[in-house]
């Protein structure tokens, strides 16, 4: 089941979120349209999109887009766009007609979900032989340069802010058989992308476990900030440095 509190019901996380968030979406896209066969999608749904990065990269590979989220202030976030159009909606319960889609993409947020139920939507709105592409992506803990950066992330970051409780992310054909999914295939992807100091801040100031202690209100955000700057600061040494991070993509075809 999902998780009932929303880390992302908040002016202040859809904020940090929109500044700070590197964006993994393009390469992640480009390996997704390479899969499905290289083709163009006349439609795509964009499930859970925040502040719309992965919307704007589906946009790359389908004619028309739509980006879904029900958090309002994260859409409130989304850079307009004339192929896109977002809309406040629980992925569970999808607003859209059957068979309306010829792709589905749900991008860092299938672990939030009610997994059955979005199964069930996403079989529901797509049209035969259609794609749903589940991905998630996640900050390795780890600097390129730095291997001592490693430990600190382990044992002193996620002592103090452990990640929330979620739902299981891996995705089998066993799991997906029920809701009409074949499984089409995964892949792996890694990127690295250099950030600075004040960068790497932004970042993990986007991350749910910093969602979890600000807005339920046991720390104030000017405090954990200046921790987080102060903990990565030997890191860097004002030079920029490279975070890693790695994709899991999984690939379901509808089965008539």
Same mark, same amino acid.
């Given at each position: 089941m999902a998780n009932p509190f929303n880390y992302f019901a908040h002016q202040t996380v859809a904020e940090r979120y929109a500044h700070g968030r590197p964006d993994v979406h393009p390469a992640i896209i480009r390996r997704i349209r390479e899969f499905t066969g290289g083709t163009r999608f006349q439609s795509a749904l964009d499930a859970g999109c925040g502040t719309g990065q992965s919307t704007r990269a589906l946009a790359e590979i389908a004619d028309q887009v739509v980006g879904i989220d029900r958090s309002a202030e994260m859409?409130?976030?989304a850079t307009p766009s004339s192929k896109i159009h977002y809309q406040q909606s629980s992925a569970e319960s999808l607003?859209?007609?059957?068979?309306s889609f010829?792709?589905?993409t749900v991008g860092l947020a299938f672990h939030w979900l009610d997994q059955e139920r979005f199964l069930t939507e996403a079989r529901r709105v797509l049209r035969d032989n259609g794609w749903l592409v589940i991905y998630n992506s996640? =900050?390795?803990g780890e600097l390129a340069e730095e291997p001592a950066f490693s430990p600190w992330y382990r044992e002193v970051y996620l002592s103090h802010y452990p990640t929330p409780p979620r739902s299981q992310s891996a995705v089998s054909?066993?799991?997906?058989?029920p809701y009409r999914f074949t499984f089409g295939g995964n892949e792996t992807l890694t990127q690295g992308i250099s950030m600075s100091r004040d960068q790497c801040v932004s970042y993990l100031l986007t991350q749910s476990n910093i969602n979890a202690a600000v807005e339920q209100g046991s720390e104030r955000l000017e405090t954990v900030?200046? =921790?987080l700057s102060d903990g990565v600061a030997p890191f860097f040494r004002d030079a920029a440095r490279t975070l890693q991070f790695r994709t899991d993509i999984v690939y379901l075809r509808v089965r008539p």
């Open positions: 859409l409130a976030q607003p859209f007609a059957d068979s010829d792709l589905v996640g =900050f390795l054909e066993e799991f997906v058989g900030a200046a =921790f």
